[in-house]
T-cell receptor
Framework: KQEVTQIPAALSVPEGENLVLNCSFT??????LQWFRQDPGKGLTSLLL?????REQTSGRLNASLDKSSGRSTLYIAASQPGDSATYLC?????FGAGTRLTVKP | GAVVSQHPSWVICKSGTSVKIECRSL??????MFWYRQFPKQSLMLMAT?????????EQGVEKDKFLINHASLTLSTLTVTSAHPEDSSFYIC????????????FGPGTRLTVL
């Protein structure tokens, strides 16, 4: 059974900082990996999807990488803004990590 | 883009009653849909896989007689919480993969269930 772990559980940074969120998974036989953000009391917003054959995906200030051999993915957020404050979730094969709760302070 | 809807968005019910939640894929067909629940400040937990034309597949520890799933058509799956109790209060979210889009999971907005 796939297990997904996200580190750190919470992160607080000042506005403008670049940051990295980590996701690790136990079974490297994956189809794809997806990053989401979730605002309090809301549903999920898909950020990036990386297919198993890809190494990274970029969307605006977001960049996600995938290393299947080591069972890791990272989400890089450049020039963070207060509006980026949310919980970021990593999903692999229908399994979610516990998320990283990000706070960007003005 | 692909959209998945859920209805209702929130529901309050009395203990002992049953509640039905609908999940619809609005512009694509989904032979498979997934149901999750999320407790406050926790992550999503996969409950079951809904399969069109066959029985749902439940994750370990999820009571199939408690959480009835019916994949009525290629665009609709329903989750019925039977004889709901306060401990069933949670945020229920469905998702559907869109074939041909790298099986990207499209999530519904969620249904918040409160059982009094």
């Amino acid at each position: 059974k796939q297990e997904v772990t996200q580190i750190p559980a919470a992160l607080s940074v000042p506005e403008g900082e670049n940051l990295v969120l980590n996701c690790s998974f136990t079974d490297s036989a994956i189809y794809n990996l997806q990053w989401f953000r979730q605002d309090p009391g809301k549903g999920l917003t898909s950020l990036l999807l990386i297919q198993s054959s890809q190494r990274e995906q970029t969307s605006g200030r977001l960049n996600a990488s995938l290393d299947k051999s080591s069972g890791r993915s990272t989400l890089y957020i450049a020039a963070s803004q207060p509006g980026d404050s949310a919980t970021y979730l990593c999903a692999v094969s229908m399994r979610f990590g516990a998320g990283t709760r990000l706070t960007v302070k003005p | 883009g692909a959209v998945v809807s859920q209805h209702p968005s929130w529901v309050i019910c009395k203990s002992g009653t049953s509640v039905k939640i609908e999940c619809r894929s609005l512009d694509f067909q989904a032979t498979t849909m997934f149901w999750y629940r999320q407790f406050p400040k926790q992550s999503l937990m996969l409950m079951a896989t809904s399969n069109e034309g066959s029985k749902a597949t439940y994750e370990q520890g999820v009571e199939k007689d408690k959480f009835l799933i019916n994949h009525a058509s290629l665009t609709l799956s329903t989750l019925t919480v039977t004889s709901a109790h306060p401990e069933d209060s949670s945020f229920y979210i469905c998702s559907a993969p869109r074939a041909g889009a790298a099986d990207t999971q499209y999530f519904g907005p969620g249904t918040r269930l409160t059982v009094l």
